[in-house]
């Protein structure tokens, strides 16, 4: 059964930063991996897609990559700013099971 | 842009009453999913239906059923609300997998449901 876990749990940074946020899976036999923010006590937003067959997705500030061998995507946020003070989830579309999605990883930016 | 609307964004019910909690997504897409997302458990699956008239259980179906009358509407109904119900429901919905279609998946704004 898939598992996806996110690390960290939460991250604090100054505004201005570059930073990474990590999401790790189980199972390598994956549809796509999606990249969502979520602001508290609303819906989830998509960020980005990576089909299986792509290694990276851009988009402005936002960078995700993909290597599906090792289980593994990363969220790169270039020159952070507060507004980007956000819970980011990942999830996996799974062959046969649907969407499984990480833990989250609170990111606060500080002014 | 792709819009996915729940009905309600904030409910109070009282244990035992009915609740009907309503999607709606504009960009035909023929899958639609029910979550519920509470801390420390992530957002579990409710129900999915991949067509009209169509759904199948997911994670935590127990005490929920749904309805797809129409390819756009998918209705998550509570027929009696008890408190370990109290939650937030997310509503998504995406195409099917294909050739063409990425699955990207799309949320609507949530529903804030508290049972007393």
């Known amino acids: 059964k898939q598992e996806v876990t996110q690390i960290p749990a939460a991250l604090s940074v100054p505004e201005g930063e570059n930073l990474v946020l990590n999401c790790s899976f189980t199972?390598?036999?994956?549809?796509?991996l999606q990249w969502f923010r979520q602001d508290p006590g609303k819906g989830l937003t998509s960020l980005l897609l990576?089909?299986?067959?792509?290694r990276e997705q851009t988009s402005g500030r936002l960078n995700a990559s993909l290597d599906k061998s090792s289980g593994r995507s990363t969220l790169y946020i270039a020159a952070s700013q507060p507004g980007d003070s956000a819970t980011y989830l990942c999830a996996v579309d799974n062959y046969g099971q649907n969407f499984v999605f990480g833990p989250g990883t609170r990111l606060s930016v500080l002014p | 842009d792709v819009k996915v609307t729940q009905s309600s964004r904030y409910l109070v019910k009282r244990t035992g009453e009915k609740v009907f909690l309503e999607c709606v997504q504009d960009?035909?897409?023929?899958?639609m999913f029910w979550y519920r997302q509470d801390p420390g458990l992530g957002l579990r699956l409710i129900y999915f239906s991949y067509d009209v008239k169509m759904k199948e259980k997911g994670d935590i179906p127990e005490g929920y059923s749904v309805s797809r009358e129409k390819k756009e509407r998918f209705s998550l109904i509570l027929e009696s609300a008890s408190t370990n119900q109290t939650s937030m429901y997310l509503c998504a919905s995406n195409h099917a997998r294909g050739l063409v279609a990425t699955g990207e998946l799309f949320f609507g704004e949530g529903s804030r449901l508290t049972v007393l």
């Open positions: 990576i089909q299986s067959s792509q």
């Open positions: 199972d390598s036999a994956i549809y796509n």
């Open positions: 960009m035909d897409h023929e899958n």
